[in-house]
């Protein structure tokens, strides 16, 4: 409980910083409005009141959905975890009375939070305008609200596993840019996976990417109870699987610190 404790006041601490710059996040998410007045365009454009299974209206807050997840959550390569490691910081770090892992995370959860606050309520608004109020089912909510949070704390130590790379690649940010632009296709960021050729959506159902931002949102715009005990049960293993392996690359990490002398 203790420990618990420490990682959430880094956790606050994180988030009043985001806080001080609140009209630096404001101005950051105005894309967000553009992509929305975008996709809402093409949307009405398609001669089709339904896309796959699924109404303009569903569609949009699908997209807001996804796109606030997305543009909340900073990568490893934002939280500055490469550049420790790379430039020899770490070693001062990991001596600390803390788990360098569960720290950034705590430091993540602080600076995500601020951003899904802006994010959230700059697509509700947007999309109450362009096309009505959401037709979310009372039950979904429950649901989805555990399926963000599971969310965002895998795009997180999806992120820490390619941010560990840089204890033996010299560059790792081409494996950022490729795990970002996964989420944005197989991902599911900007279409629902049921857009895809029957192959593609199965592959996309193997990988991870999906249930970062196709998994939550789909859940609120078209609740499913047996979808969601699916997708839920993915999200769970692939959390797991991520922890352990995160643990166990930068303890193995860190022995190499040692060996080398940072």
């Known amino acids: 409980m203790a420990r618990a404790a420490k990682y959430l006041h880094v956790a606050r601490i994180s988030l009043t910083n985001q806080l001080v710059y609140a009209w630096d996040l404001l101005g950051r998410s105005l894309f967000f409005v553009v992509v929305l007045l975008i996709f809402n365009q093409l949307w009405q454009a398609t001669a089709s009141d339904t896309l796959a299974g699924l109404s303009r209206n569903q569609l949009i807050w699908y997209l807001v959905l996804t796109e606030t997840i997305m543009l909340s959550t900073p990568s490893g390569v934002m939280l500055g975890i490469d550049n420790e490691i790379k430039s020899g ?6 001596n600390r009375p803390y788990n360098y892992p569960f720290f950034m995370f705590g ?38 609200a555990i399926m963000l949070v599971m969310a965002i704390s895998l795009r997180f130590f999806l992120s820490m596993l390619i941010s560990l790379s840089a204890f033996w690649v010299e560059e790792s940010q081409p494996f950022h840019w490729i795990n ?15 857009f895809f050729p029957d192959w593609l959506q199965t592959l996309a159902g193997i990988l991870p990417f999906n249930l970062v931002l196709y998994a939550p949102a789909k859940i609120l715009v078209d609740w499913q109870p047996d979808l969601f005990v699916t997708l839920l049960s993915r999200q769970i293993l692939w959390l797991s699987l991520t922890v352990m392996l995160s643990q166990y690359i930068f303890s193995r990490g860190v022995k190499k610190l040692n060996v080398h002398g940072g």
């Open 180 to 194: 970002g632009k996964l989420l944005f296709t197989v991902g599911g960021m900007f279409v629902p996976l049921e």
């Open 89 to 94: 910081d770490i070693a001062y770090l990991i």
């Open 107 to 144: 430091r993540y959860w602080g600076e995500t939070l601020g951003l899904l606050v802006v994010n959230a309520t700059i697509g509700t608004v947007t999309a109450l305008i362009l096309v009505g109020p959401p037709a979310f089912a009372l039950a979904a909510l429950p649901g989805f």
